[in-house]
């Protein structure tokens, strides 16, 4: 179901799978989908998405990623971006990132643990 949403939500063919707030939103909320932050440790360790796990993009392997819906975030996008991008590379197809990043969730008034 998430892939199939996420396949709507995403941008026009050549851009990279994104999750859009709304949607971010509820997958936080209920916990439908894994949510992974991309910055160091000590960046998530400040305020981070409540759920979210840290695998660094400095050593960041897609192996490592939860099998199942993910959603990858850093601070901005740009980590997220390639993150999602080593990904897809790698053969998974059940990876979104949330362009926005951590800055933009607390912009919009999302709720940070850290």
């Known amino acids: 179901m998430f892939s199939g949403l ?3 939500l995403a941008g026009g063919g050549g851009a990279a799978p994104t999750i859009e707030h709304d949607e971010f939103v509820r997958v936080v909320k ?3 989908c894994a949510i992974v932050d991309v910055r160091e440790p000590s960046e998530y360790a400040a305020s981070h998405v409540p759920g979210a796990k840290n695998l660094p ?3 960041f ?3 490592k990623l939860p099998k199942g819906d993910c959603v ?3 601070q901005a996008g740009g980590r997220s971006a390639k993150a999602l ?3 897809m590379q790698a053969g998974r197809k059940d ?3 949330y362009a926005p990043g951590t800055g933009g969730w607390r912009a919009r008034g999302g709720a940070v643990a850290g």
């Open 6 to 8: 996420m396949s709507k």
């Open 30 to 32: 209920d916990g439908s």
């Open 57 to 59: 993009l400095s050593q």
């Open 61 to 63: 392997d897609p192996a």
């Open 72 to 74: 990858i975030i850093c």
């Open 85 to 87: 991008s080593q990904a």
């Open 95 to 97: 990876v979104r990132h």
